[in-house]
């Protein structure tokens, strides 16, 4: 079979299998959920008081307007080990997309958010309390249609968060990661001791095609033994060196972000 004939044959492959994959996961693991749509915002920071500025804003303002929108449980998480430095990223779960979408335009018309949000919007532009925001749009993968929050952060036990994000170097393998993840990738890091929170891809945001997922972990020991037991799975072994999956590169990139949940974090 010649390369482009395999190309097409793969797609189709793939095309099948996610749909047939994922109706059987979302019919036996999940319990028929509705998909979620994900908003990743993050808040580039600086050195300073903007820092604890921001902190009281989502806190005190931020959350309880979304939590009203029906946007729940939002995660809360500082920047760890990762580029840029001081960050604060917010993690937005909801089954409505336009509600994701139209957040800003919505806390503009809540006159109790505006209230709470004073001290924040209104510092002045030759001090302000942020850099920059940016915000990523996910749908939830088929297979993986719910948030999940850890037992720890009801237990509020010690807990940090590992957030990858693979970048693909073209749409055909970018599906055919998302294809993987649909047949066994799930299973292997349940085996391994992953915690997992949510799997997105990319509708709207910066270097796509792309996916984004999280795990969580009691501390950076437990991430590493789990990441070992992840990569030394037999399944993942025979997964890895399917040819249907291996003979191009399916991720051309991958970001690495370790996180620590604020006190009030949802999740």
Known sequence: MNRRNFLAASLAASAASLAGGATEAIAQGT????????????????????????????????IPALNKLGITPVGAFRLTYGPETPALYLLMPSSNLETLATIDLKLQQDAAFLKAAEPFWNTPAASPAFDRVESTLFSAFDGF????????????????????????????????????????????????????????????????????????????????????????????????????????????????LVLTPTTYSQI
């Open 31 to 62: 319990g028929g959920k509705q998909r979620e749509y994900y908003m990743l915002r993050k808040f580039q920071l600086r050195s300073g008081p903007g820092g604890k500025l921001t902190d009281n804003y989502v806190e005190q303002a931020l």
């Open 145 to 256: 249609p719910k948030l999940v929050v850890p037992p720890s952060t009801a237990a509020k036990e010690k807990r940090i968060f590992h957030l990858r994000t693979y970048e693909s170097p073209t749409y055909q393998d970018h599906v055919r990661k998302v294809e993987m993840f649909h047949n066994g990738e799930f299973e292997i890091f349940a085996r391994s001791g992953c915690q997992q929170v949510f799997y997105g891809d990319t509708l709207i945001g910066p270097r796509t095609p792309s996916l984004t997922y999280m795990l969580t972990f009691p501390d950076l020991n437990a991430l590493t033994v789990g990441w070992d037991k992840f990569m030394a799975d037999p399944q993942w072994k025979k997964l890895s060196s399917n040819p249907h999956f291996n003979f191009e590169p399916t991720v051309s990139n991958i970001s690495n």
